[in-house]
């Protein structure tokens, strides 16, 4: 499975962005889709997924409310809607996808995209 992450850039606070992750390859054995993010210096942290049959979505306390996780079937595409965008919010995203139940683990999931940088100024 290829995955290509797309739609960073720079951003003033309160402003919007919304990510694209498109997958490709064997993707009938992928399960779930999930947006990570690394800030300098700092480790890489879980954002939101999605399961990719029932459309059931999860997102971490510090974006619930301002971020919303999708996805378009036919596209194979996943998509992270980002508003109300906070300096905090600076980092490069990342979309990762597994073949079952993960969800907070990097370690979980097999296939990475090549990350899109996201920066909020204030």
């Known amino acids: 499975v290829q995955l290509q992450a797309c739609g960073g850039g720079l951003v003033q606070t309160g402003g919007s962005l919304r990510l694209s992750c498109a997958a490709s390859?064997?993707?009938?054995?992928?399960?779930?889709i999930a947006w990570f993010r690394q800030a300098p210096g700092k480790e890489r942290e879980f954002v939101a997924a999605?399961?990719?049959?029932?459309?059931?979505?999860y997102h971490s306390d510090s974006v619930k409310g301002r971020f919303t996780i999708s996805r378009d079937n036919a596209k194979f595409t996943a998509y992270l809607q980002m508003n109300s965008l906070k300096p905090e919010d600076t980092a490069v995203y990342y979309c990762?996808?597994?073949?079952?139940?993960?969800?907070?683990?990097?370690?979980?999931?097999?296939?990475w995209g090549q990350g899109t940088q996201v920066t909020v100024s204030s």
């Open positions: 390859g064997r993707t009938s054995g992928v399960y779930t």
């Open positions: 999605i399961r990719w049959i029932g459309a059931v979505t």
């Open positions: 990762a996808a597994s073949s079952d139940y993960a969800l907070l683990v990097t370690d979980d999931y097999r296939y």
